[in-house]
């Protein structure tokens, strides 16, 4: 069974930074390619950044430039450093991950951009 635990949400002025953490279970984690999504209020789910278990990034066009995805595999974690953010990025931030035909997600973390 995986289990992902995101944390590191919070609220942000316009132009701040924060990072969000994701915490997986499993020895296997290594081999596991990563993303993260977010969720705004009435909008559908949409992929953020994913890193590969070789360590290769794909990011939104969106977030491009301001943030970067990464992982510690001695820790089991996968983290998003967020910079300059704006208030567009205000959402539900989830951890996930597909392994064969099974797709993972954490309960997700609150990101909120406002002044």
């Known amino acids: 069974q995986v289990q992902l635990v995101e944390s590191g949400g919070g609220l942000v002025l316009p132009g701040g930074s924060l990072r969000l953490n994701c915490a997986a279970s499993g020895s296997a984690f290594r081999l596991w390619a990563m993303g993260w999504y977010r969720q705004a209020p009435g909008k559908q789910r949409e992929l953020v950044a994913t890193i590969a278990s070789g360590g290769g990034t794909n990011y939104a066009d969106s977030v491009k430039g301001r943030f970067t995805i990464s992982r510690d595999n001695a820790k089991n974690t996968v983290s998003l450093e967020m910079n300059s953010l704006k208030p567009e990025d205000t959402a539900v931030y989830y951890c996930?991950?597909?392994?064969?035909?099974?797709?993972?997600w954490g309960q997700g973390t609150q990101v909120t951009v406002s002044s």
């Open positions: 996930n991950t597909k392994l064969s035909s099974w797709v993972y």
